[in-house]
């Protein structure tokens, strides 16, 4: 049997077929692998983004301790308390504090948050709430004295 003699064009074609397979595997297996590794940056929220979390736990927490209901509001005292720590350790400066946030945390809302923390294990919802309106209003001196659009709602 004689074999038949490939022109040019028909080796052309089949060498075209195989570059153009190997490229597929390149590429599918580059795809796959860059899917398949960890992500190595975390998202960090930015300082806005933050507050927006504290808000949520700050005026729950104030709806049970005026409602009395202090055994609701201690996992909100201690998730608010979180998240400022957070924020304490994440933004050492910003374009709109004179210190970094961390120095606001110990100075200003330390103070009132141990006092509801204190309040609430002796049953005293009237401790509770004095401590709960002096961190309201040292937030809301913070936020004039930086020129922070945003009132904290008591």
């Known amino acids: 049997m004689k074999e038949k003699k490939l022109t040019y064009r028909e080796i052309h074609i089949h060498a075209m077929r195989g570059a153009k397979r190997i490229l597929f595997l390149l590429i599918t297996a580059y795809l796959f692998a860059g899917c398949s590794r960890g992500h190595d940056h975390t998202t960090i929220k930015d300082l806005d983004e933050a507050m927006i979390d504290m808000k949520i736990y700050q005026e729950n927490l104030g709806d049970m301790i005026k409602s009395g209901r202090l055994n609701d509001a201690v996992w909100l ?26 120095y606001f945390y110990h100075e200003k809302l330390k103070e009132p948050l141990n006092g509801i923390r204190k309040a609430i294990r002796n049953s005293d919802t009237g401790a509770a709430l004095q401590h709960y309106r002096l961190l309201v209003r040292r937030c809301n001196n913070c936020h004039t004295d930086h020129d922070i659009d945003k009132q904290v709602r008591f």
């Open 77 to 102: 005292l201690e998730g608010a308390d979180s998240v400022l720590q957070v924020m304490s350790n994440t933004f050492r400066e910003h374009r709109k504090l004179s210190e970094p946030f961390s």
